[in-house]
């Protein structure tokens, strides 16, 4: 789905899609282990806010979410 969005503009073409991939899924693997170790689910919600403002800032059009 990353590669798709890059080719369609939503993402920019110097990003890494692999490396984005990795990222993605190690902040899930990482607030996972955190919501569990602290027994705190606020901790995917801020996993969220983060990863949409990271999002928005390689997005090319700053409009797909």
Do not use: P, R, W
Not at 28 to 42: I, L, R, V
């Amino acid at each position: 789905h990353l590669k798709k969005s890059q080719k369609l503009g939503y993402i920019h073409k110097d990003q890494s899609t692999k490396s984005l991939a990795k990222f993605i899924v190690s902040s899930q693997e990482g607030a996972y282990g955190m919501s569990k170790s602290y027994q705190n689910s606020e901790i995917f919600k801020t996993l969220h806010a983060s990863l949409k403002t990271y999002f928005q800032s390689i997005s090319a059009t700053h409009t797909f979410l």
